[in-house]
């Protein structure tokens, strides 16, 4: 981009939106507008964050922003995302990508047909001691994997007069906590242990046959709205992976698992030694050994190289989810920019989310162990 500043817009006035103007700032580049569900509902975001706020996408286009931040519910990313590709606009896509994997792969196709920088909020990939895991991983310092498992919970819908837009499959999407947390962990668990899922057996429950049918905003709380409406995606799943090199994995996902609010937790147990990461806790890391164990803090000691490039502030002052985020927008403007630093999640992850996806629905369908493509 030559020095210059970026400018960027965003898709979307909610509450994944506000993070990403957030991080949009952090980076250090200008926010030029925002279009919401309506264009009184885009200048109302506008004035609180600064920027236009466009009637319509057609007058985001024309603006021509450098990158389109697409925090839209889910069944819109697609149709939002290729207008933005196809105008030659760098585009960053909240997760899930799309709602299909046929859909994802579309988006794919398209970006890299377009030549421009693609990319998905896999965030927790930026917390420093995950880099620093992955680090001691790749260094042998575990040994070989011989299992992998965890889980990510949330509490959000625990009570059944909670809902959202993503309880709506029309929405959300067929998968609403696999895709939506559970997609998470899987992204960041093959980045963190180098093993890949080549299959799954999984189980899926709903916890309320109904709940309220309005929208409302994720992580609301109850509705006192009336009308209800049939749930038909998944509460809960519980999958068990096997992976190329025969490791064997298993994770819990859980929107209502009450005290729970973003638990997202895994542990690597080697040959050589274990490792535990706790997303609620990420200034530090559990390390296991036969002869003792030990809690690594975040900046303590002989660093890699991925913490230190990533550690924002000194040992002891605290970092977390803002600041993962921070870092992964940065990344994103540093490869438009012409850099390439490592470990950027783009739609090529995006795609295999989808189709982790795809395989633990049929796979709990019909009760057999699915294979994952690709």
């Known amino acids: 981009m030559s020095g210059r500043t970026i400018r960027a817009a965003i898709i979307g006035a909610g509450m994944i939106g506000d993070v990403h103007r957030r991080a949009i700032r952090d980076a250090g580049a200008q926010l030029v507008g925002v279009l919401g569900s309506s264009p009184a509902r885009s200048a109302e975001a506008a004035d609180a964050w600064g920027g236009r706020g466009y009637a319509e996408l057609a007058e985001l286009l024309a603006d021509a922003p450098d990158v389109v931040h697409v925090c839209t519910p889910n069944a819109t990313h697609l149709e939002y995302a290729l207008a933005v590709i196809e105008a030659g606009i760098h585009v960053v896509v909240e997760k899930p990508l799309a709602t299909s994997t046929a859909d994802a792969r579309r988006l794919a196709d398209a970006a890299r047909v377009a030549g421009v920088v693609a990319t998905v909020p896999f965030v927790y990939r930026f917390h420093p001691l995950v880099r620093e895991l992955r680090a001691r991983r790749i260094a042998g310092e575990f040994g070989d994997l011989t299992l992998v498992h965890g889980s990510y919970l949330q509490d959000w819908l625990v009570s059944p007069d909670a809902s959202s837009w993503r309880v709506d499959a029309g929405l959300g999407g067929a998968s609403r906590a696999f895709a939506d947390i559970g997609s998470h962990w899987c992204d960041l668990v093959e980045f963190v242990s180098g093993e890949r899922f080549t299959s799954v057996s999984a189980v899926t429950s709903i916890a309320y046959e109904t709940r309220p049918a309005a ?100 040992a002891g002052h605290p970092m977390g989810y803002l600041d993962a985020f921070a870092a992964f927008v940065a990344d994103t403007y540093a490869v438009i920019g012409g850099a390439a630093p490592e470990g950027l999640p783009t739609f090529a992850d995006g795609v295999r989310s989808a189709i982790i996806v795809d395989a633990v629905l049929t796979s709990a369908a019909d009760s057999t162990w699915k294979e994952i493509d690709a």
């Open 215 to 314: 929208s409302a905003p994720s992580f609301g709380g109850a509705s006192s709205q009336a009308t209800r409406a049939r749930v038909t995606t998944e509460d809960t799943a519980v999958a068990t992976f096997r992976t190329a090199n025969g490791v064997v994995a298993n994770t819990v996902i859980s929107q209502v698992a009450a005290g729970r609010k973003n638990r997202l937790w895994f542990e690597l147990d080697g040959s050589a030694g274990s490792a535990v990461f706790d997303q609620e806790n990420p200034e530090s890391v559990w390390l296991g050994g036969e002869d003792g164990s030990t809690v690594l803090n975040r900046g303590e000691g002989r660093v890699s190289h991925d913490q230190a490039r990533l550690n924002r502030a000194p």
